[in-house]
C-alpha cells in the first residue's frame, strides 16, 4: 500500500473544524518522515476555510446534514460512500481521524486499517464503525471500559497539548478586529444546537451570558458561530442593539481562534475544544455546555482551568468580567502529547495496522 513515490500513504479525513489545527502539526510530522499524506474534509462548521487558513491541501467531500438524527445517520453512509471510491485509488496504509464516523465505515469496508483519536467518551459509534485502534488521552483512558483493552492506546496530556506548544501569537488580530487596549474582550462560542449531545439548556445559558455581558461598559464579544448562516441570523435577530453598539462582533472570515483566546480576558463556549484551548494557554474560560461532561473537563475543572456553568445563577455569580493582569509571551515548546501519538501511529503503520503496534496500552 504505497504511493507512486514509494512512499507510504496516510490518510486523513477532517470531518471537524477542530480537527484542522489539531492534525496541522501530525501532517507536518508525517511530512519529515516521508510519508504521503492524502486529506479529506467535510463540508462541515468553518472545518474548510480553517484547512484553508492553515495552507492544508485536501479534498471536500460529503456535507453536514443538520440535527436530525436519522439525516445524520444518513448523511453519515452517504458521505462513506462518498470516500470508498477515492480511498480505493489512493489505497492507504492506514486511515486516521479524530472521530469520523464515515471515514472509519468506509475503511472497514474496504479492509484498510483504521485510527480513531476521541477525547470524548460519550460519542456514538454506528454499527460496522469500530476503529483497528483507539486513541484517548490518559484522563479519558482511564475512566472508561473498552470490551477489547488490546485496541486502546492513551497519550499525555489532553488533545489541545498536540498544537497548542506550537502557536505564535500575532497582535494583528487586534487591529484585524478593532480591539482597543480598554475592552474587555470576551470570545464567545455557541452551542453545538445540532450536535447529537446537544442539551437545549445551552441556549439558556448562552443568552444569558450575552444578556449580562451586553450591560457591561466597554465590553467587545467576538462571536463565532457554529454555522455562517441559521445561528448567525438567530443572532444578529435576538441583539441587534448590541451588535448595533459593536458590543457583539461576528467576524465575516475565518479568524486564528488560538490567537483570538490568547488576546481575550476571558472564553466562555458551549463545546469542548475552545474551552480546552483556553485552558491549556492559561486564559479565564467558562463553559455552557449542557451535554453529558466528559472526563477531560472534568480534569480541567478540578484543577481550577475551567468553570462550568449548570444554571442562569451561575452566570451571574461566577463570571469574573475583567481584563486579565497580563498577558506574558507564549514560549513555543515541545509537545509530548504530540511525540506520544505519533509513536502510536507510526508504530501501528510498522506493524502494518496491527492493534499490537507499539504504544501505551491501558
Known amino acids: 500500500m504505497k504511493s507512486n513515490s514509494g512512499h507510504k500513504t496516510i490518510w486523513i479525513d477532517l470531518d471537524n473544524s477542530p480537527h484542522v489545527p489539531f492534525f496541522s502539526p501530525i501532517i507536518k510530522r508525517f511530512a519529515e518522515k516521508k510519508y504521503d499524506v492524502f486529506i479529506t474534509a467535510r463540508d462541515c462548521a468553518q472545518t474548510c476555510g480553517l484547512a484553508d487558513y492553515y495552507k492544508v491541501k485536501y479534498r471536500k467531500i460529503g456535507r453536514h446534514y443538520g440535527k436530525n438524527k436519522a439525516l445524520k445517520v444518513i448523511g453519515t453512509l452517504i458521505r462513506a460512500v462518498q470516500l470508498m471510491p477515492i480511498a480505493a485509488r489512493v489505497k492507504p496504509a492506514a486511515a486516521v481521524c479524530h472521530g469520523s464516523r464515515a471515514m472509519v465505515l468506509a475503511s472497514n469496508l474496504l479492509r484498510i486499517p483504521s485510527v480513531i483519536l476521541m477525547d470524548y467518551e460519550f460519542g456514538r459509534n454506528l454499527p460496522f464503525s469500530k ?3 483507539f486513541i484517548f488521552p490518559e484522563v479519558v483512558a482511564a475512566s472508561i471500559s473498552p470490551a477489547d483493552t488490546a485496541r486502546v492506546r492513551s497519550y499525555p496530556g489532553i488533545k489541545e497539548d498536540v498544537y497548542v506548544p506550537f502557536f505564535e501569537p500575532s497582535p494583528s488580530i487586534k487591529d484585524e478586529l478593532r480591539l482597543g487596549d480598554d475592552n474587555i474582550v470576551v470570545t464567545i462560542r455557541p452551542p453545538a444546537t445540532e450536535a447529537h449531545y446537544h442539551n437545549a439548556e445551552s441556549e439558556g445559558l448562552f443568552g444569558a451570558v450575552l444578556n449580562r455581558l451586553g450591560a457591561v461598559p466597554n465590553i467587545k ?3 463565532l458561530p457554529r454555522n455562517e448562516v441559521k445561528q ?3 443572532i444578529k435577530e435576538k441583539w441587534p442593539e448590541l451588535i448595533q453598539a459593536e458590543k457583539i462582533v461576528i467576524p465575516s472570515h ?3 481562534g488560538l490567537n483570538l483566546i490568547w488576546y481575550s480576558d476571558l472564553v466562555v463556549s458551549g463545546g469542548g475544544t ?3 484551548e483556553a485552558a491549556a494557554l492559561g486564559v479565564p474560560v467558562y463553559s455552557i455546555f449542557r451535554g453529558p461532561i466528559g472526563a477531560v473537563d472534568r480534569y480541567l475543572e478540578s484543577n481550577g482551568r475551567l468553570t462550568l456553568l449548570t444554571s442562569v445563577q451561575d452566570v451571574q455569580s461566577k463570571i469574573d ?5 497580563s498577558k506574558p509571551d507564549h514560549q513555543r515548546s515541545e509537545s509530548r502529547s504530540l511525540e506520544s501519538i ?3 501511529l507510526t508504530g501501528f503503520i510498522g506493524e502494518g495496522g496491527s492493534a499490537d503496534a507499539r504504544g501505551r496500552r491501558l
Open 321 to 325: 468580567i475583567r481584563k486579565r493582569d
Open 221 to 223: 464579544m467576538i462571536i
Open 274 to 276: 475552545m474551552n480546552r
Open 342 to 344: 505519533m509513536a502510536t
Open 131 to 133: 476503529p483497528t485502534l
Open 232 to 234: 448567525t441570523a438567530w
Open 254 to 256: 475565518v479568524v486564528d
